[in-house]
């Protein structure tokens, strides 16, 4: 009692491989990050400048995160100098 091909092993995609999936796969391929504007989460399309003004205790807990690495010099360049130590 085999599993026959096609029944519950390996099946084939129809379309073209070579299309783009997953999140933003609409966005044009030269598209690049943007260290200035977020682009996850509830903040999602607002600027760090933005947040400065409206949430500036968001920004240095986003800086202190793994996922905010790549806004860190930014925040700082808005913010000032942050200290890297949890609640300060």
């Known amino acids: ?9 390996s099946f084939e995609v129809d379309g073209e491989g070579s299309l783009p999936v997953g999140p933003g ?11 200035g504007r977020i682009d996850f989460g509830h903040y999602a399309g607002h600027t760090i400048a933005e947040l400065a003004e409206l949430d500036p205790d968001y920004l240095r807990w986003l800086a202190r ?6 806004y860190r010099a930014e925040i700082e360049r808005i913010l000032g100098p942050l200290s890297m130590v949890p609640g300060l």
């Open 25 to 35: 796969h609409e966005s044009p391929a030269h598209a690049s990050f943007d260290a």
């Open 1 to 9: 009692m085999g599993i026959l091909a096609g029944e519950h092993g």
């Open 65 to 70: 995160r793994p996922s905010g690495a790549r």
